[in-house]
């Protein structure tokens, strides 16, 4: 996912918040940054600011609606702009939709995942599977190589959570506002036992580790699952 917002702390509170979703989030400050990071590495979704120096969002929304490779990339257009005109402006310009700022953030949380739906179903689908893992959000259960794992909600939450990005690490504070919550205080060591619990959980026999250890950095769930041991 790719955020570009020129306004810095506006765009760190945008990129912690969506980490805290679950995306592997991107931030450029200029549109014509935007431009160059876009056709280097196709997002699934932008959020873009509609007045940006370089190149106007509205521009650059204009210029990826023309593009082979960018014309379907979902787009939410953020903009101070509330007027009727302007909302029509951004929508036939090519925006899927239209964030008037200031804006609920729990709002756009919701917005991302509905377009995300609809356009890219398997980036928020209902089952997860990974190597040899499955975990059905829907009926809470998670089963590896056919056998059921039972997990706690916690581990459950943490394991979903990782599940979302294999081979991304993640640190001890991004695992718990992503798990456990921004208004939650617990303390960063809790995360050492809860991975602790998920692994004893998931392996059985020769069964690989599903969960990475990076020194110094945190935790990634494994994208090797499918080799053999």
């Known amino acids: 996912m790719l955020v570009v917002e020129d306004e810095e702390p506006l765009a760190l509170l945008l990129r912690y918040n969506l980490e805290a979703e679950g995306f592997s989030v991107d931030v450029v400050h200029r549109g014509d940054e935007a431009e160059v990071a876009i056709a280097e ?28 490779e960018s014309r379907t990339i979902p787009i939410i257009l953020l903009t101070a702009r509330s007027e009727e005109n302007d909302r029509i402006r951004g929508l ?16 756009l949380m919701a917005r991302v995942r509905a377009i995300l739906r609809r356009t ?14 499955e975990l059905d959000r829907d009926s809470h259960r998670v089963t590896r190589n056919g056998r059921q794992v039972h997990l706690g909600p916690t581990e459950f939450r943490l394991l979903e959570f990782l599940m979302q990005s294999p081979g991304r690490v993640f640190s001890r504070a991004q695992l718990l506002d992503g798990v456990w919550g921004r208004n939650v205080y617990v303390d960063e060591r809790t995360v050492d036992v809860h991975i602790g619990r998920l692994r004893k959980a998931m392996m059985r026999g020769s069964e690989r580790d599903p969960v990475r250890t990076v020194r110094g950095a945190g935790y990634a769930f494994s994208d090797k699952l499918e080799e053999t041991v």
């Open 41 to 68: 590495n196709s997002p699934d979704l932008i959020v873009l600011d509609w007045m940006l120096p370089g190149l106007s969002g509205l521009e650059l929304c204009r210029r990826l609606r023309t593009g082979k």
């Open 92 to 107: 036939t310009t090519g925006a899927d939709d239209y964030v008037v700022k200031p804006f609920s953030l729990p709002e």
């Open 120 to 133: 890219n179903p398997e980036r928020i689908a209902s089952v997860l599977s990974v190597g040899d893992i």
